[in-house]
């Protein structure tokens, strides 16, 4: 063979070669990806005084806008509407409630309009008096009934591929990952695990307490809407107390409401913390928004705060090669 065509054909190896060994292959050789890459070397190497042992590697995901898309309604959300929907034969007195029947009538200027007590009601009408097992049921069926109106893909396979891969750089080097979110508990422990191979016990969210009864059959446990906890805002550094029993090292958000979680990481006395914003900028590939979200995720002091202490902002746009791992999304 022609000398050439052998040093090409084995620099082409070469490089394929490295591609396939980069863990971070869906984002582009940015501040941000190199920004991750040093603070995982850091705190992973025993020798510098930045080292952080593995017992301690605890690191904290936001969810909505973070992990998958929020826009331009938060995957729960979308359940409920479509909950109401399919329900809706069964409860023909719904058409008659001003909440329910804007949902039924896409009216969700309305039910916004309705605030907090509205959400509560249509969170009561598709979230409660069931089992919990009914309930898991309820969302798997809709995963596998329901494509994205936009984007024409499975709600599970709609997770940012750079995320999921930033995830499993950071298993693989020795860090637990949590989801620390404001949504349902119950509603993303049927897809977490399939989707970023976090674990139910890692994940936290809000939450109404369950209640326990003896059946004919063994035992059941009950959803309510009894003591609801909103995990979100400043109630995320009080769920990570309850919930994981130690301060994180690191936190990665998009919005205002995970701010308090990020200020409480970045205060740990004991080690070298990391911080990183998701900016959703890609109106193509995603959506672009920050201080006029489509309906959750607003970023203003987030943004501010960010610069102040030094954590890192992704731009969506700039950063990312893809959003979508094309093997499952192909919008």
Aim: proline fraction near 5%; hydrophobic fraction near 40%; glycine fraction near 6%.
């Amino acid at each position: 063979m022609n000398n050439k065509l052998v040093i090409g054909a084995l620099l082409f190896g070469a490089i394929n070669t490295a591609q396939a060994a980069d863990p971070l292959s869906a984002w582009n050789d940015t501040a941000a990806k190199s920004a991750i890459e040093q603070w995982v070397q850091n705190a992973t190497q025993q020798d510098r005084t930045t080292f952080i042992p593995p017992e301690h590697r605890y690191v904290v995901f936001d969810n909505d806008g973070t992990l998958w898309p929020e826009a331009p309604l938060t995957f729960q959300l979308q359940f409920a509407v479509d909950e109401v929907k399919r329900l809706v034969p069964q409860h023909p007195e719904w058409k008659n409630d001003p909440v329910l029947s804007a949902v039924l009538n896409d009216d969700l200027k309305t039910v916004a309009a309705s605030g907090e007590k509205g959400l509560m009601q249509l969170l009561a009408v598709t979230h409660s008096d069931m089992t919990t097992e009914a309930f898991s049921k309820r969302v798997s069926q809709w995963v596998d009934n329901q494509r994205d109106k936009r984007f024409g893909c499975r709600y599970d396979s709609m997770g940012y591929q750079p995320m999921r891969q930033l995830l499993d750089y950071l298993r693989e080097n020795g860090f637990k990952t949590w989801i620390v979110s404001g949504g349902g508990i119950d509603f993303m422990r049927v897809l977490t695990n399939k989707m970023y191979g976090i674990p139910p016990e890692q994940v936290v969210g809000s939450f109404s307490l369950s209640e326990f009864s003896l059946t004919d059959n063994g035992t059941q446990l009950r959803k309510t809407m009894k003591g609801a906890f909103n995990d979100d805002a400043a109630a995320k550094p009080v769920a990570i107390h309850l919930f994981m029993g130690q301060r994180p090292v690191a936190a990665f958000g998009n919005s205002d409401g995970d701010l308090a979680m990020m200020q409480y990481t970045a205060a740990n006395p004991d080690y070298k913390t990391f911080g990183l914003i998701v900016h959703h900028t890609d109106a193509e590939r995603e959506y672009a928004y920050d201080s006029h979200p489509p309906a959750s995720g607003k970023l203003v002091d987030g943004l501010s705060v960010a610069k102040e202490k030094g954590w890192t902002v992704v731009d969506m746009k700039q950063d990312w090669k893809t959003v979508f791992d094309p093997e499952k999304c192909a919008p």
